[in-house]
């Protein structure tokens, strides 16, 4: 009985939809949705990659990405709902009739509680930005 080889499935290219956001000298700065959450991303291609709105998926990797890489930087420890509701209660809502009464006082409220870890996001991204 004769072994059978083993084959890896042939990737297939495929085109992404691009956007080019900015042409400077050799480069392109384009925006692309990635993965099963379409996440939005930019990054760097030289413009004779660029195919009108789009680009293989295979030049796609060797984007020089750009932007700050946020989802690896949120710190969501911070915003956890016990967080959020002893604010609340420590500002007088206790009820939703509270909450109905007053909703401009309970966005501030929130407003503080997500404030503290976009405090702690801006510091991540400039430390990334400086390379840290």
């Known amino acids: 009985m004769a072994e059978t080889e083993s084959r890896k499935p042939a990737t297939r290219k495929k085109y992404v939809p691009v956007r080019v956001v900015l042409q400077k000298g050799a480069a392109a700065l384009i925006e692309w949705r990635e993965g099963k959450d379409k996440l939005l991303r930019r990054g760097w291609l030289p413009p004779d ?3 009108g709105d789009k680009v ?3 030049d796609l990797r060797d984007a020089t990405r750009f ?3 946020w ?3 949120i710190v969501v420890e911070e ?3 016990e967080a959020l509701a ?3 209660r420590e500002a007088g ?3 939703a009739e509270d909450l109905g009464i007053r909703p401009d006082k ?3 409220e929130y407003g503080r509680v997500v404030q503290t870890s976009l405090a702690a996001l801006i510091r991540a991204g400039k430390a990334f930005e400086e390379g840290e």
Do not use: H, S, Y
């Open 79 to 81: 915003i956890t709902a």
């Open 106 to 108: 309970a966005q501030k």
């Open 93 to 95: 809502f206790w009820t």
């Open 86 to 88: 002893n604010r609340l």
């Open 71 to 73: 989802e690896e930087l």
């Open 56 to 58: 293989w998926d295979e």
């Open 67 to 69: 932007g700050v890489p």
């Open 49 to 51: 990659v660029i195919k």
